[in-house]
């Protein structure tokens, strides 16, 4: 449980530093079959945020598309 509770604070930072919620973020992706658990994205955003970057601008794109 605490795990898991790290592993969404870390995306959720990242996630919100972009201007996207957590939830919008994890619901984009499952939208878009991009199939990732929250492990790796957590690790994602400690390891190469610059790639947890790319996925967040993908997912803002559709979520704009979306509204």
Same mark, same amino acid.
């Given at each position: ?13 990242? +996630? ?8 919008? %973020? @994890?619901? &984009?992706? *499952? ?13 994602? +955003? ?8 790319? %996925? @967040?601008? &993908?997912? *803002? ?7």
């Amino acid at each position: 449980g605490d795990m898991r509770r790290l592993w969404i604070a870390r995306i959720n930072a990242a +996630a919100r530093s972009q201007g996207v919620k957590y939830c919008q %973020l @994890i619901d &984009a992706l *499952k939208k878009q079959g991009i199939e990732i658990d929250r492990k790796m994205l957590a690790d994602m +955003a400690v390891r190469e945020p610059e790639a947890l970057n790319t %996925l @967040i601008t &993908a997912a *803002k794109e559709s979520i704009q598309a979306k509204s």
